[in-house]
């Protein structure tokens, strides 16, 4: 049996797959995104912070590997479900547990996701958070996963099925997530807001708004944060947040609104339009803020990436991927750190981006973008 050391926590696994659904006799086990299980560490230190001890239920655990680390590593986790329909892999998960010396932290059922859920809320009361992070979409659990948080809970989602959420299979998108993308340089935060916008729907059916307190796109892993928020009015002013993009493959304009145009102002061409998507904030400060505070020195990838985000708050919807405007200006590629400094000693707000080490974030036209590059 392998051992994986992951922050403080043990991870027992064999015969596992990181890549494909599991077959007979073999589990499900990504040891390449330990960096996303740190990131979901730190953002529950940083609601155990803010809203003292929790409850925290994982319907597609698995092996166990986040949960696991969430009762072993942050001190207000009073208790952690962990759910799979894989016997095989809760089998992995207790061994684990008991290594880490957590078991009476934790209890083990062996039923179907959404069952799992619901039948927590009828009998027992609802999760503090819960956790939804299974191998494609997380559509077919939502409705489940957000009957089963409590106001003021928070609700983890992950999706995988990168090629309908980047725009590769628009229909596929439609139908798991209720808007379309685009595949361009940003499709990455596309998906993300996609994925919120989806989560959004069907929180107003059941009357409950939601707020992202932490998104990221790692390793083709759209990872969404969200506090669920109980109240008709709470829901009515999430689907304020919702609206389109409009973009230009040709001179790379873009517009982000509740409405948006449908020929480019710029060149006078056919604008791509996706969504409904969420547009509104992706963080929020003092939760991100939290985050940092209690990163281990051990979590730099994660802690790299939080505090990437924390620059981006309050910058414009998308990003500028350098590169590609050279491309499309034909000039040469001059460094991101000098973009950026140019920017910000004009007067711009300019950021990199979590989303694309070769990109910004900045408060400026694209128009004026280009201008400015022409120069350097």
Request: proline share 3%.
């Amino acid at each position: 049996m392998e051992e994986f050391l992951e922050g403080k926590t043990k991870i027992l696994v064999e015969n596992y797959v990181w890549n494909r659904t599991p077959k007979a006799g073999e589990v499900f086990f990504n040891p390449f995104v330990k960096v996303v299980r740190d990131l979901a560490v730190l953002a529950c230190k940083a609601y155990g912070e803010m809203y003292g001890n929790f409850l925290i239920g994982d319907a597609l655990a698995g092996v166990g590997a986040k949960a696991l680390r969430i009762a072993k590593e942050v001190d207000k986790c009073y208790e952690a479900h962990l759910n799979d329909k894989s016997y095989l892999a809760l089998e992995y998960a207790k061994k684990s547990a008991l290594e880490n010396g957590i078991e009476n932290k934790c209890k083990f059922t062996n039923y179907e996701a959404s069952y799992f859920l619901l039948k927590k809320v009828n009998e027992e009361g609802r999760f503090d958070i819960v956790e939804i992070d299974p191998f494609g979409s997380p559509s077919p659990y939502l409705d489940a996963a957000l009957k089963a948080v409590r106001d003021e809970g928070l609700l983890c989602l992950t999706a995988t099925d990168v090629t309908a959420l980047c725009g590769i299979y628009k229909n596929v998108a439609l139908r798991r997530y209720f808007g379309y993308p685009i595949n361009n340089e940003f499709n990455h935060e596309i998906a993300v807001r996609l994925l919120i916008s989806s989560t959004s729907f069907m929180g107003a059916r059941l009357d409950l708004g939601l707020r992202p307190l932490f998104s990221h796109f790692t390793r083709n892993h759209a990872r969404v944060y969200l506090k669920v928020l109980v109240g008709a009015n709470k829901a009515d002013e999430t689907l304020r947040n919702l609206g389109y993009l409009a973009y230009c493959f040709n001179c790379l304009y873009r517009e982000f609104g509740r409405e948006v145009e449908k020929i480019c102002p710029l060149c006078k061409s056919k604008l791509s339009i996706a969504g409904p998507l969420w547009i509104g904030e992706l963080h929020d400060e003092d939760f991100l803020s939290r985050m940092i505070k209690n990163c281990p020195k051990e979590f730099k990838e994660a802690e790299k990436i939080v505090k990437l985000a924390l620059e981006e708050i309050n910058l414009p919807l998308g990003f500028y991927k350098i590169d590609k405007i050279c491309k499309n200006l034909k000039i040469s590629i001059p460094k991101i750190s000098k973009v950026i400094e140019s920017l910000r000693s004009l007067g711009y707000k300019a950021s990199r981006t979590i989303f694309d080490g070769n990109s910004i974030k900045c408060n400026i036209s694209i128009k004026e973008l280009k201008e400015i590059l022409l120069k350097l």
